[in-house]
T-cell receptor
Framework: AQKITQTQPGMFVQEKEAVTLDCTYD???????LFWYKQPSSGEMIFLIY??????QNATEGRYSLNFQKARKSANLVISASQLGDSAMYFC????????????FGKGTRLSVIA | NAGVTQTPKFRVLKTGQSMTLLCAQD?????MYWYRQDPGMGLRLIHY???????AKGEVPDGYNVSRLKKQNFLLGLESAAPSQTSVYFC?????????????FGPGTRLTVT
C-alpha cells in the first residue's frame, strides 16, 4: 500500500520569498511517481510537477521545484519568489509505475501568501 | 478539446434519493477515476476503471456504483444517498502514451445530502 504524509496543515509565506511544502511517502514499489497539485479557492485541481523515482535530477517547472530525497522518502515542493496567486491548497500524491495503480493523495497543505 | 467534464456541477439530494454523476473525457484516455474530497481528508479514491467495460474498487467504495460502458464516459451512481456522502466529487482521466503520468481532473461536482 502507498501512503502520503503532509504534516503542515497550513503555511504562511511573505510575497517574493521562497517556501517549502513537506511531503513524505511510503511504498513498497521499486518504481513510482511523485506529483504535486495545486487547488485554488475556485476548486479545480492543477497539475504542477512530476518526479519519477529513477529520474537522476530533481524536477523543475518554472518557479516550482521538487526536492526529491529518495533515501529519506521525501518529495518536498519548493516555490520560489512566492506570489499572491500562489495562495491555495497543495496536495502531494504518488502512484506506483507498475500496472494501473491510481494516484494516492496526502491531506494537503494550505499556503497563504502575505503581501 | 474539452478535457474532462462533469455533470452536474451542483446537486442537493434528500436522504434516500438516487442520482448519477457523469464524467466525460475527449482525450481517448484508458484510465478514469472517481474521487471524493472532504475537508481535511485530501482526495480519496472511490472507484476507477482501466478500460472500457472494466471497473475496480478504490479506498472508499461503499455506497457507490460505477459503470464504464463507453471509453469516454465514467458514471458514478448513488443508489440511496446518505448525509455522509455530502462531498465534492472529482473525476479524472489518464492516458497510457505521451505524458502518461499526468492525471487530468474535471472541475468537480458539489453534492449535498440533507
Amino acid at each position: 500500500a502507498q501512503k502520503i504524509t503532509q504534516t503542515q496543515p497550513g503555511m504562511f509565506v511573505q510575497e517574493k520569498e521562497a517556501v517549502t511544502l513537506d511531503c513524505t511517502y511510503d511504498t513498497s514499489d521499486p518504481s513510482y511517481g511523485l506529483f504535486w497539485y495545486k487547488q485554488p479557492s475556485s476548486g479545480e485541481m492543477i497539475f504542477l510537477i512530476y518526479q519519477g523515482s529513477y529520474d537522476q535530477q530533481n524536477a523543475t517547472e518554472g518557479r516550482y521545484s521538487l526536492n526529491f530525497q529518495k533515501a529519506r522518502k521525501s518529495a518536498n515542493l519548493v516555490i520560489s519568489a512566492s506570489q499572491l496567486g500562489d495562495s491555495a491548497m497543495y496536495f502531494c500524491a504518488m502512484r506506483g509505475r507498475s500496472g494501473n495503480t491510481p494516484l494516492v493523495f496526502g491531506k494537503g497543505t494550505r499556503l497563504s501568501v502575505i503581501a | 478539446n474539452a478535457g474532462v467534464t462533469q455533470t452536474p456541477k451542483f446537486r442537493v439530494l434528500k436522504t434516500g434519493q438516487s442520482m448519477t454523476l457523469l464524467c466525460a473525457q475527449d482525450m481517448n484516455h484508458e484510465y478514469m477515476y472517481w474521487y471524493r474530497q472532504d475537508p481535511g481528508m485530501g482526495l480519496r479514491l472511490i472507484h476507477y476503471s482501466v478500460g472500457e467495460g472494466t471497473t475496480a474498487k478504490g479506498e472508499v467504495p461503499d455506497g457507490y456504483n460505477v459503470s464504464r460502458l463507453k471509453k469516454q464516459n465514467f458514471l458514478l451512481g448513488l443508489e440511496s444517498a446518505a448525509p455522509s456522502q455530502t462531498s465534492v466529487y472529482f473525476c479524472a482521466s489518464r492516458g497510457n502514451r505521451d505524458r502518461a503520468y499526468e492525471q487530468y481532473f474535471g472541475p468537480g461536482t458539489r453534492l449535498t445530502v440533507t
